[in-house]
């Protein structure tokens, strides 16, 4: 799926929540639905040769901490989260060429569904779409669409497989080449090159063809985003892109093994799926974004690390003494089987004593990789990510505060320095999302 080149990704998943929206450099809140905004955002990352923005999906209110709403609610943890799909033609006509990653899970939503509205949605924006296939791990957001208790694990990863096989045969059944548009015989396509996909499965039935044509990149780009087992799988068999949240760099070659490893058993090369590895980049030096992180928890109320990782990974953290080393909670976490491969590389890239609000608060601002300083060694740090990971995808600008103070100055600082060493492209290669991770 790739070149070597770098590719890069901007997450705008949260900012607006999480207190972010508090940061002297970040957008206020009343900011998230307004279109003018998004447009904003994407003129900004076109401007940046990005190629993807990204819009993770949490269909939910959090209850976890004190079992019920009220803590996420007040303090906008994770909360409100609007559906982003009616955004995407708005910042598609706004920005040429950037592509857009959406993400609708394989547990709630029909496959042709799916496989249709992203078809559609890929002839709207000229080839720039990508489904960011997910089983969801969020038992509220189970709840809502009837799943309640949420279904195991193995059951949503075994729909998983299933559900993006239908669509990949649904993506499948209509050829490039099927409209003929002959005003003189009145033929307007060829039935011989659509397929009825007759899938007889355990949990979907589906006759088939899809009604969408194959739009200008042929289908949709997809991306999957799970960290454990059963996750890598999934990716080695269906994905063109990977999203990981890894924290080290020895962290970044473990989960590439793994996903290489996936790749293999479903015959498949490891260049045919690239990773963004999510990244926090700081243009200052390491006292100005110590002192930036600083003054934003400082102003945090004194439970913040709990509601948040509460809301995150699903334990209930509000009768916890926040003094509790955050090791002691593995097992915990691990039993809601949710996001526990996120939680394990935490872990295991922190200081075993700190303690579960220290993690917590700082969560808010340290989730991702951190790369900090002028703009060369901002680059130093991401060329020898992307070399110790074989050089197969790139970055994504994650923690909502990247927008638009963050993700400015990468754009106007770091991309610069990144194309004068030859690792980016100064422009894009096509009009489509695929064209341009190609590249």
């Known amino acids: 799926m790739n070149s070597s080149s770098i590719k890069l990704a901007v997450d705008m998943s949260f900012f607006h929540t999480d207190f972010l929206w508090m940061d002297p450099g970040g957008w206020q809140g ?62 598609a006509r706004a920005a040429e060429n950037v592509g857009f990653g959406i993400t609708m899970s394989t547990t709630y939503h029909h496959p042709f569904h799916v496989a249709r509205l992203f078809a559609s949605l890929d002839w709207q924006t000229g080839g720039r779409m990508a489904w960011n296939s997910v089983t969801s791990a969020f038992k509220n957001e189970g709840a809502n669409w009837g799943f309640d208790p949420l279904l195991p694990k193995d059951e949503r990863y075994a729909m998983a497989h299933e559900h993006m096989e239908v669509v990949a045969k649904l993506w499948a059944s209509v ?24 899938h007889r499965g355990d949990r979907f039935s589906v006759r088939g063809p899809l009604p969408v044509l194959p739009s200008p990149q042929g289908h949709p ?17 269906f994905a063109q892109m990977q999203f990981a949240i890894n924290r080290t760099v020895d962290s970044m070659r473990t989960h590439r093994a793994g996903l290489d490893e996936a790749l293999a058993r479903h015959g498949r090369k490891p260049a045919d799926c690239g990773v963004w590895w999510a990244i926090r980049a700081q243009v200052c030096s390491p006292a100005e974004a110590e002192r930036r992180d600083r003054e934003f928890m400082d102003r945090l109320p004194p439970f913040a690390g709990r509601v948040m990782l509460s809301s995150v990974f699903g334990v209930d953290f509000s009768t916890v003494d926040g003094r509790t080393p955050l090791g002691e909670f593995v097992e915990q976490v691990k039993a809601q089987r949710g996001h526990f491969g996120i939680f394990e590389d935490a872990v295991r890239t922190s200081d075993p004593a700190t303690s579960v609000e220290e993690f917590g ?47 400015v100055d990468f754009v106007d600082f770091v991309v610069p320095e990144l194309q004068r060493r030859g690792v980016m492209k100064r422009e894009y290669a096509g009009s489509t999302l695929r064209a341009n991770l190609e590249a």
Do not use: C
């Open 30 to 91: 009343h900011r998230y639905y307004d279109p003018t905004f998004y447009e904003d955002a994407a003129r900004t990352a076109a401007r940046g040769v990005f190629d993807l923005i990204f819009f993770g999906e949490a269909a939910e209110t959090p209850e976890s901490y004190g079992g019920d709403h009220r803590a996420a609610v007040e303090y906008g943890i994770r909360w409100p989260k609007h559906d982003m799909m009616p955004m995407i033609p708005v910042m």
């Open 221 to 237: 780009v997809v991306i999957q985003a799970g960290q454990t087992g059963p996750g890598l799988d999934l990716a080695g068999r």
């Open 361 to 407: 608060r700082a969560y808010f601002v340290d989730q991702a990789a951190r790369v900090v300083g002028t703009p060369a060694q901002i680059a130093d740090q991401l060329m020898e990510m992307h070399e110790a990971t074989g050089e197969n995808g790139g970055f994504m600008l994650e923690g909502a505060i990247a927008v638009p103070r963050e993700l």
């Open 175 to 198: 050829e490039a080449d099927a409209l003929v548009y002959d005003r003189a015989s009145g033929r307007f396509a060829d039935p011989d090159k659509v397929t009825l996909i007759h």
